[in-house]
């Protein structure tokens, strides 16, 4: 019953607030191949370097609805599964105690619950590596048994299917889980030696599931290859290199429970200082009471430290410092840090878990009011209510066009009577006798394009009417009947000035994100 509690508890947790906050740019990406047909969907994301298996859980789930919080459920769901696996594997490794805490801290994670309302594939990752971890932790604990034949009774079955099944799917999902492939064998050479004399055994059904796994995988990895003209992995100019900055965004944010930015790789003011510092030194604890353990800290170490060291040795090449990209990785932190927590006294524990979860809702709760997504159904709800049939909406780039237009239907802001585009010239050919409404923000991480340039772009036209802030990432400008700019440029194309718009319905092929 404790990971059903736990994970009951995540769930509630994940749809509080699930619709409220609106898409961003890759979840406006996913509602769109959502709508589409199944061969567009599929076509569109492999073109982006995408898997589209995800893609295809929102197609059915859009047959139900396309609200934010139908698309955002099945992350809530998956989400609210990896923290009872994480509960699972935890009272497996060191107990009940243990367990409990990894899971409650799954469970209360900010990041956890953000990715958790995010209509992308992270916590579904996360969902299947478990699942996986959960199977070798499973052989871990019967070496023998692991060893015997998949045809004999008494073989391990189900966790060697847990395994080989999670994993394949796992690496059918997104790229992200190709580290734990280094994880998982680390830990099978821990089994292998706690197999003894069996581990040949254990070697040769191991070796079969590997290339069960690789089967499933390298297939679906050539054809992205091929669709992506051979990049399986881009340079994008939006990702951080390894710098003080990201580390730190994506240190804090994963393992140090702080609420983080999303769009600008920063940190939310932190709600319960100190907490962050019990909980690594929980975690360091936890690894330390493991040292003399064979098979539990080789296993329960690779899988927290593969994901980062791997990132961490690309980002040298190619930049892929971002905090999603190293969301799996917090689990296992988190079950080294209940194993930490179980050292005390049933006393103790008893009066300390209570104050842990209070102390850990407390920190999350600011999570719920605060702007972590551009309010761009807020800019289409002021535009829908202020502009006239013929006004011009002229925004920032090619990807403020592709949200705004998202929100645009639902706000009431109809684009037959007004005008959107993300080209000046283009603007400024529709507005006489029409008023210009002009908007800059963020969509995504990507942002070639400074406010204080934009606002250079935009002296042909004059003094604005007026400037209204839009939450923490937008701004909107009035322009009463300009008359017509001579020379009037291109505001700059989406990615920065000069560069064309990736193809309909791919936004994040280009320079937005994955």
Known sequence: MLPGAIGALALLLRLYGLGDKPFWLD???SAHRAAASVPHLVADSLHAGHFPTYFLILWLVARFGASQFLLRLPSAVFGAVAAALACAIGRRAAGARAGAIAGLLMALSPFEVQLGQEARSYTLVSCLILTALWGLVRLAQEPDAAAIPFRQKRALRGPWLAYGL????????LNAAVPWLIAANLGAMAIARAA??????????WGGVQLAILAAWLPLLAVIAVADKGAVLDSVAWAPGMTVKALRSIVASIYFLRISKFITFGLAPIAVPGLCVAVVGLAGYGAWTLRRER???????????A??????????????????YFAWSGAPFFIFAGIGFARFSATGFRVLAPVLAVLCLINLAPYYQYETKPRWDVVASELAAAAQPGDVVLVNSYYADFVLSAFAPQAGLDKDEVTLTWQLP????????HDLWVVYGRTGQAMRQSLADFRNSLAPLGQPESETTIGRYIVLWHY???????????????CGPGDKPPEAGNATAACGSN
């Not at 994901?307 to 999603?324: A, G, K």
């Open 426 to 433: 283009d603007a400024m050919q529709r507005t006489p006798g």
């Open 480 to 494: 009463a009947e300009p008359e017509k700019a001579e020379g009037g440029a291109a505001t700059g194309a989406g």
């Open 166 to 173: 999670a994993t394949a799917a796992a690496l059918d999902v």
């Open 27 to 29: 979840e406006v990406a």
């Open 196 to 205: 003894g004399d069996t581990r040949r055994g254990f070697w040769r059904n």
């Open 307 to 324: 994901l980062p060291v791997s990132l961490c040795l690309v980002s040298i090449f190619v930049p892929v410092m971002v905090p999603r």
């Open 295 to 305: 098979v539990w800290l080789p296993l329960l170490g690779a899988a927290a430290l």
